[in-house]
């Protein structure tokens, strides 16, 4: 059993900000997963066995399966240390990316891909959702073990939601529990369906999010975490009183990607032009038009 120790509290390295960002990527998240354990078993060579990547950055930002990512290395287990060890990531992707993302082996596969694209989204999110709620249970924003800043977008009101603990202390309808957050930030349109749920601030008022993936407001989780510090230092935060201003060299970011996709030639303008919404929806039995939109949000 792990003993408790307690977190480090920002600016963890003295007048520097610590800042690890991971961008979304689907089952591709297991990449910086790998990268991830890695670091951590370095920092444990010189810091002990219990050493946590939460220990070492004041903030840990990431959008879709980097929102998981994210919440996977800062949530608390009932000894307040982080639910999962970054060695453990690898495991987990391999064993629940193939019931996450179930694939369809029959012969009328390519058929009902097409028709899914057209009347829905291509997995249902149940087995997703049922996972995510059983491990992270009641914990919600307030609880992470370091600063977190999880982008999402909501449908409803056409604007993004930025889920970040520096938040939650002026806008209380954001402590949110993390489930619900990872379930939203990772709701890519076509390829899962959107999330809603409700929260309450100390007086009862309830507010309403209608969520999907935080690629579509945020693509760059580092700069929006960057951002969140910012305005957190321009208040004058007891947090950063060793940081007067927004000093942008005072800030040591690790970015992790996903990898890129194999780039394809799809299709010419001489194909697009006698497209109509039918051909935009289904050509190519993928569908055009949501590809052009996601092409630069790794979902």
Same mark, same amino acid.
């Given at each position: 059993?792990?003993?408790?120790?307690?977190?480090?509290?920002?600016?963890?390295?003295?007048?520097?900000?610590?800042?690890?960002?991971?961008?979304?990527?689907?089952?591709?998240?297991?990449?910086?997963?790998?990268?991830?354990?890695?670091?951590?078993?370095?920092?444990?060579?010189?810091?002990?066995?219990?050493?946590?990547?939460?220990?070492?950055?004041?903030?840990?930002?990431?959008?879709?399966?980097?929102? *998981?990512?994210?919440?996977?290395?800062?949530? +608390?287990?009932?000894?307040?240390?982080?639910?999962? #060890?970054? @060695?453990? &990531? $690898? !495991?987990?992707? *391999?064993?629940?990316?193939?019931?996450?993302? +179930?694939?369809?082996?029959?012969?009328?596969?390519? #058929?009902? @891909?097409? &028709? $899914? !694209?057209?009347?829905?989204?291509?997995?249902?999110?149940?087995?997703?959702?049922?996972?995510?709620?059983?491990?992270?249970?009641?914990?919600?924003?307030?609880?992470?073990?370091?600063?977190?800043?999880?982008?999402?977008?909501d449908i409803k009101l056409l604007q993004p939601a930025i889920f970040s603990s520096f938040e939650v202390k002026n806008h209380a309808h954001f402590d949110a529990l993390l489930s619900d957050i990872c379930i939203g930030t990772s709701a890519a349109p076509t390829y899962?369906?959107?999330?809603?749920?409700?929260?309450?601030?100390?007086?009862?008022?309830?507010?309403?999010?209608?969520?999907?993936?935080?690629?579509?407001?945020?693509?760059?989780?580092?700069?929006?975490?960057?951002?969140?510090?910012?305005?957190?230092?321009?208040?004058g935060s007891p947090n950063f009183s060793s940081i007067k201003t927004a000093d942008y060299g005072r800030f040591l970011v690790l970015s992790l990607g996903t990898g890129s996709t194999k780039v394809e030639e799809k299709y010419t303008a001489k194909e697009a032009a006698?497209?109509?919404?039918?051909?935009?929806?289904?050509?190519?039995?993928?569908?055009?038009?949501?590809?052009?939109?996601?092409?630069?949000?790794?979902?």
């Amino acid at each position: 059993m792990e003993k408790t120790i307690s977190p480090l509290q920002p600016p963890t390295h003295g007048n520097f900000i610590t800042v690890l960002s991971i961008d979304g990527g689907g089952i591709r998240g297991i990449i910086p997963g790998i990268i991830l354990s890695f670091l951590e078993s370095e920092l444990q060579k010189s810091d002990g066995p219990e050493a946590r990547i939460a220990d070492y950055f004041d903030v840990i930002a990431g959008t879709s399966t980097g929102g *998981l990512l994210t919440t996977m290395l800062t949530a +608390p287990n009932e000894n307040k240390r982080p639910m999962y #060890a970054a @060695k453990d &990531i $690898k !495991a987990f992707y *391999l064993d629940n990316g193939p019931k996450i993302f +179930p694939q369809d082996r029959s012969p009328f596969a390519q #058929a009902t @891909k097409l &028709i $899914k !694209a057209i009347t829905g989204p291509k997995y249902d999110g149940k087995y997703l959702h049922s996972l995510l709620k059983e491990k992270l249970g009641n914990t919600q924003l307030r609880h992470t073990l370091t600063n977190v800043v999880i982008p999402t977008f909501d449908i409803k009101l056409l604007q993004p939601a930025i889920f970040s603990s520096f938040e939650v202390k002026n806008h209380a309808h954001f402590d949110a529990l993390l489930s619900d957050i990872c379930i939203g930030t990772s709701a890519a349109p076509t390829y899962f369906p959107a999330h809603n749920f409700d929260t309450k601030d100390s007086t009862g008022r309830v507010r309403k999010f209608n969520l999907i993936d935080g690629g579509l407001a945020a693509n760059n989780p580092a700069l929006i975490a960057i951002g969140e510090v910012t305005k957190e230092i321009n208040r004058g935060s007891p947090n950063f009183s060793s940081i007067k201003t927004a000093d942008y060299g005072r800030f040591l970011v690790l970015s992790l990607g996903t990898g890129s996709t194999k780039v394809e030639e799809k299709y010419t303008a001489k194909e697009a032009a006698r497209w109509g919404i039918f051909g935009w929806l289904t050509s190519g039995h993928s569908a055009p038009l949501v590809m052009c939109s996601l092409k630069q949000v790794l979902i």
